[in-house]
C-alpha cells in the first residue's frame, strides 16, 4: 500500500520555523512528483478543498510555491530516508492548518508539477501547524 505519514506540525509563535516530514511507505519517494497542501481550520475535509502550498517534481528537476509562501517555505526530498520535507521559516498566523503530502501517480515529466490537489493521492493524516502567539 503506497502512503505517506507526516510528522513535525506544532504550536508556534508568528515569525518562527517548523521542518515537517512525510515518509513514504510502498514506494520509492524519488519516483514521483510530490506536493504539499494545508486545510485551513474550518474548511471542507475532503482532498479537493486542501489548498496547495509547494511540489517537487519526479528527480527534484522543478520546485513551485504558491505566492502566499515563496521565500518563507522549502521543498526537500531525501530518497536515502524516503522522506519529503516542508521547511516552513517566517511563519505567520494564515499558514495555519493540517498539513498533508501527496503523490501524483500521473505525471512522469521531470520539468513540471502540479499544484491542484486533485492531481494527488496516497494522502497521510495530516499534522497539524497552529501559528500563534
Known amino acids: 500500500q503506497m502512503q505517506f505519514v507526516e510528522s513535525g506540525g506544532g504550536l508556534v509563535q508568528p515569525g518562527g520555523s517548523l521542518k515537517l516530514a512525510c515518509v513514504a511507505s510502498g514506494f520509492n519517494v524519488d519516483t514521483y512528483a510530490i506536493g504539499w497542501f494545508r486545510q485551513a481550520p474550518g474548511k471542507a475535509l475532503d482532498s479537493v478543498s486542501r489548498?496547495?502550498?509547494?511540489?517537487?517534481?519526479?528527480?527534484?528537476?522543478?520546485?513551485y510555491y504558491v505566492d502566499a509562501v515563496k521565500g518563507r517555505f522549502t521543498i526537500s526530498r531525501d530518497s536515502a530516508k524516503n522522506t519529503v520535507y516542508l521547511q516552513m521559516t517566517n511563519l505567520k498566523s494564515e499558514d495555519t492548518g493540517t498539513y498533508y503530502c501527496?503523490?501524483?501517480?500521473?505525471?512522469?515529466?521531470?520539468?513540471?508539477?502540479?499544484?491542484?490537489?486533485?492531481?494527488?493521492?496516497?494522502w497521510g493524516q495530516g499534522t497539524q501547524v497552529t501559528v500563534s502567539s
Open positions: 489548498e496547495g502550498v509547494s511540489c517537487l517534481s519526479k528527480g527534484d528537476g522543478y520546485e
Open positions: 501527496g503523490l501524483d501517480l500521473e505525471n512522469t515529466d521531470q520539468s513540471i508539477c502540479f499544484i491542484a490537489s486533485s492531481f494527488y493521492g496516497s
